[in-house]
């Protein structure tokens, strides 16, 4: 069986080392960090994670300040909303849950959100930075933040290693790529239309499975010994369960594990990550407007 990367445990040590320096914020300005966070629509998924984010805020002293807007919300009204956020001085990141409803254009809102407050990094300017490499981003998206920091605090090594990137998504797949490129690995970026993908994610020393399908890799597309990172979040239907479903990341996990060297699991691996990365970009974005960095 392979080793398994507790996301859930070295997100609540990053967590706690958060809440340390919260405090030091406070006694050295009299201020916290705020994240505001913003709902369209009322899709389960989204209002989940945005109250496990307010609820994370909680836990390590960061002040949180939500907005709610109805599904049918105008991008006028919502730019005016981010606008409004970007000029309140208590507010140090933005978060604009994704996705958003069809008619809006997601691009124009994220483009809106200021640079300095982008703590979900996907503001342009900062993708744009994250893509040279001679340039360092404001903010590192926090998925692919979470990515690397397990790999980190796994002592995995990454400079040198083939690492096979399985998706392509703005979110996840194209900035954990440029992440693992800048510590100098050898990337391979594969997706819907690579083919043979079983022998091309078997090249990888490092997999990481970004493509939103349940179960979709198997044992025979894994190196043996591999570290894979599994950042799929499918719920599937079980009738075992209490409420008819359960999650499963996109490698198939028991077909997998004996063939891996490590492994993340799914719940408890990189989603637990992408909260304590928000955190950390959200605490680091206060203590630069309060110039403690
Ligand atoms: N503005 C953003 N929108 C979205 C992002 C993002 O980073 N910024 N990422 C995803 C969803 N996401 C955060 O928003 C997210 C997904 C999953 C988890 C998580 O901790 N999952 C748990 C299981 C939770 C459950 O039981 O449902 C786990 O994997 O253990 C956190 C955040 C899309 N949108």
Same mark, same amino acid.
């Given at each position: ?8 445990a ?13 405090r ?17 629509g009322? @899709?389960?998924d989204?209002?989940t ?11 390590v002293g960061?002040?949180?300040f ?27 990141g ?10 809006i254009?997601e ?5 809106a ?11 342009p300017?900062?993708?744009g ?8 981003? @404001?903010? !590192?998206?926090c998925t692919p933040r979470?990515?690397i920091?397990?790999l ?7 400079e ?11 979110? !996840?797949?194209l900035p954990?790529?440029?992440l693992?490129?800048?510590?100098? +690995? ?7 239309k ?6 091309v994610c078997?090249?990888g020393?490092?997999?990481? +499975?970004a ?7 198997? @044992? ?5 010994? +591999? ?6 979040i ?15 990341g996109?490698?198939?996990f ?5 063939v ?12 637990p ?12 974005s ?8």
């Amino acid at each position: 069986m392979a080793k398994l990367i507790d996301g859930k445990a070295i997100a609540a040590t990053i967590r706690e080392e958060i809440k340390v320096e919260v405090r030091k914020i406070e006694a050295s300005v009299g201020k916290v960090p705020g994240l505001a966070t913003v709902l369209v629509g009322s @899709r389960t998924d989204s209002t989940t994670y945005v109250r496990m984010k307010r609820k994370a805020c909680e836990e390590v002293g960061i002040e949180s300040f939500h907005t709610e807007l109805p599904e049918s919300v105008s991008e006028e009204e919502l730019l005016s909303c981010v606008e409004r956020l970007n000029a309140d001085p208590a507010v140090h990141g933005i978060l604009v849950q994704l996705p958003l409803p069809k008619h809006i254009n997601e691009e124009r809102i994220l483009s809106a959100i200021s640079v300095e407050k982008d703590v979900d990094g996907f503001h342009p300017v900062n993708i744009g930075k994250l893509a040279m490499k001679s340039r360092t981003p @404001r903010f !590192v998206p926090c998925t692919p933040r979470g990515c690397i920091e397990l790999l980190v605090r796994s002592n995995v090594s990454i400079e040198g290693k083939c690492a096979v990137v399985l998706g392509r998504s703005n979110i !996840v797949g194209l900035p954990v790529s440029l992440l693992l490129l800048h510590r100098n +690995a050898t990337v391979i970026v594969c997706h819907s239309k690579t083919q043979d993908l079983p022998s091309v994610c078997r090249q990888g020393d490092i997999l990481i +499975a970004a493509v939103g399908r349940a179960n979709m890799v198997k @044992r025979d597309w894994i190196k043996p010994g +591999a570290v894979v990172i599994d950042v799929g979040i499918n719920s599937i239907p079980d009738a075992s369960k209490k409420n008819g479903y359960r999650l499963v990341g996109d490698v198939d996990f028991d077909d997998c594990k004996d063939v891996c060297g490590m492994i993340t699991p799914v719940p408890g691996g990189t989603g637990p990550m992408t909260i304590a990365m928000l955190l950390r970009n959200c605490c680091d974005s206060a203590k630069e407007a309060f110039g403690l960095s």
